[in-house]
């Protein structure tokens, strides 16, 4: 294994930066596995800056440190997770991700506020940027780990994945209080919710998958998620009729509802790139045998990028 070497980035600041582009900044830095983060502002530190770094501090979970040093603001013990913390921290993962989709099926009117979805969410994204900080420091000292289930670029794609699945279960949250609210029939609530609940238990049959390495059940697992969207699919034409002006939904009710169908579908659609990467990045003995035949796939997570918000 090579030596450790201490490693720094600096971030240097206009006089006005905009504070998300700071704060993003302040993540990339994080997710790059560096020990030490130097903040520098044109004309010395504002208090917008050390808002920012309060704001990012607390959003990691409070344990970096942060002091101001000669003009210049210093952030230290950002974590040194190791490979072996991968599965433990990817089942968190898992587990959080899961929590928040089956809550937002019961998202009702007035019961939560749209940041109080998006309030919901942060404790995953920190999950997932501990992974990928955890996979960046392992690649960076050649540690890459002796884990029997994916190698660390596996766990990696399954933290993305995950972490997309939360951001639709927040908008499946926020849009079905606001489709609620238009008081739909109790057949369309019994279509939607049967639906919403095979969503759930796909997902969770798929993270029981990630550590195996049964290309068969993986298989399995990505071709019942291609029937899953064909029915997210038809569900359009049975809850959205805009052809029948009988039955005419109303712009409030039309729009949440083609959103929370559309989150529903990502949903899957992501958890098939789960099961993909427990085919593609688990760890192969000598004896396995190669998995052959077609497969469907879905490759989410490479048509989509950033935080899906709409």
């Known amino acids: 294994m090579a030596p450790v070497v201490f490693t720094s980035r ?33 004309g010395g530190i504002r208090g917008s800056a050390r808002a920012v770094v309060a ?18 603001l210093v952030l230290w013990n950002l974590g040194d997770p190791s490979p072996a913390d991968l599965p433990a921290l990817t089942e968190r993962l898992g587990e959080r991700a899961l929590a928040l989709l089956e809550r937002s099926g019961d998202a009702r009117p007035s019961s939560l506020s749209e940041a109080d979805w998006e309030s919901l969410d942060d404790p995953i994204d920190r999950a997932a940027w501990e992974v990928h900080r955890a996979v960046e420091r392992s690649c960076r000292v050649g540690a890459l780990g002796d884990d029997p289930g994916l190698d660390v670029l596996g766990w990696l794609e399954a933290a993305r994945a995950l972490e997309r699945i939360a951001d639709h279960a927040v908008l499946i949250g926020v849009n079905g209080a606001r489709w609620r609210a238009t008081r739909p029939s109790e057949t369309q609530l019994a279509l939607l919710s049967d639906f919403q609940g095979r969503a759930v238990d796909y997902v969770r049959s798929v993270l029981g998958i990630l550590s195996t390495q049964r290309a068969d059940q993986a298989n399995v697992q990505i071709d019942f998620g291609g029937a899953l969207r064909e029915t997210a699919r038809t569900l359009v034409d049975r809850l959205i009729p805009v052809r029948d002006p009988v039955e005419a939904h109303s712009p409030a009710a039309i729009v949440p509802l083609s959103w929370m169908l559309h ?48």
């Open 10 to 42: 600096s971030i240097e600041l206009d006089e006005d930066v905009l504070p998300e582009h700071f704060f993003r900044e302040l993540v990339g830095a994080y997710l790059s596995g560096v020990d030490e983060i130097v903040v520098l502002q044109r």
């Open 263 to 310: 989150s529903l579908e990502r949903t899957v659609a992501y958890g098939q790139d789960l099961a993909e990467v427990a085919l593609d990045h688990a760890q192969v003995s000598p004896t396995s045998a190669s998995p052959s035949g077609a497969r469907l796939t879905s490759r989410a997570m490479m048509s989509v990028g950033g935080h899906e918000r709409r």
């Open 55 to 72: 704001a990012f501090v607390a959003r990691v979970g409070g344990y970096p440190a942060c002091e101001e040093r000669r003009g210049r």
